[in-house]
């Protein structure tokens, strides 16, 4: 194998320019050749295709974003779209490809593999939703992003005596929601992986006023319901008249953290060695500290749980 590709896909997340920066310095060392995709699978099927050599990723391992841009692509869901990229790839030399991205843009690359063409995901999302690691590129950022702006919060709820509800993102799933939870030492969190009931939101929240707390703060995962909507029911149920902040995308942008540059480093230089050794079909992962590959199949087939404990936490600690 002496080309390969790497592109991003699906949505950004802080670090997936440093994994970009390793796949095409680790391609380099290998003394062999790193091209980039622009815009995903869109770019993958229109040939859009730039050179990465060690300048090309000079200068970006903390920025924020993709330089190689990302995209969602439905040509790309049709067999037509996928045979046409395949065709592009092979007449441009490209003979491996790294996908990163989250679970979906897996589902691409699973069929990509299983058309013959050497494949490997790592996983680039700030939801961590992706079963086969502990933690996916950017999730990390996203919530120190959002503990940074909760901190601002807190010093105006704690001066007003405030129910404040903030909502994060995460998608359908609630780990940056729980993360950011126990980093903010917020009375309560609702997550979509567990039932809500807003009688015993309620009663936690006229214990915490029992209590004497100056200020209570609930963080939401968006994947449950809106911010707005979680305030009318706290309203109609307990008559609280709670303030709602929405963070938004400001979670997704940023520069990487540490943690995040380091991951991106470690994943990608992986990817780009597994594919050398011949390896295709699998994911990147972060299992306890070390790299490891499992199937593509996996990130979406297997359900990714909530850590008990940190759910404990900010039951205990609230
Ligand atoms: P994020 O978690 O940030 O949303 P993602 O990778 O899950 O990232 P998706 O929008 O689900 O984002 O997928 C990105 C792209 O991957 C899609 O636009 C599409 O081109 C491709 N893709 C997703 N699912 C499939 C599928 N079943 N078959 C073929 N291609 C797919």
Known sequence: MNRIAVLTSGGDSPGMNA????????????????????RGYEGLIDGEYIPLDRPAVGGILHRGGTILKTARSDRFRTEEGRKEALEKMRAAGIEGLVVIGGDGSFHGAKLLHDMGMPTIGVPGTIDNDVSGTDETIGYD???????????KLRDTASSHDRLFIVEVMGRNAGFLALEV??????EYVVVPELPLSIGKLCQTLSESHVHKKSHTLIILAEGVMTANEMKNQLQDTGGYDARVT????????????????????????????????????????????????????RSWSEQKSLSPELLGLVEKLN
């Open 19 to 38: 994994a970009i920066r390793a796949v095409a310095k680790t391609t380099v060392y290998n003394g062999k050749e790193c091209i980039g995709v622009m």
């Open 141 to 151: 950022t996203a919530v120190n992003t959002a503990l940074e702006a909760i901190m």
């Open 181 to 186: 939870a126990v980093a903010t030492g917020a």
């Open 246 to 297: 929405v963070l938004g995308y400001i979670q997704r942008g940023g520069s990487p953290t540490a943690f995040d540059t380091i991951l991106a480093s470690r994943m990608g230089a992986y990817a780009a060695e597994s594919l050398f050794v011949g390896k295709s079909g699998l994911m990147v992962g972060n299992i306890s500290h070390r790299m490891v590959l499992s199937d593509l199949e």
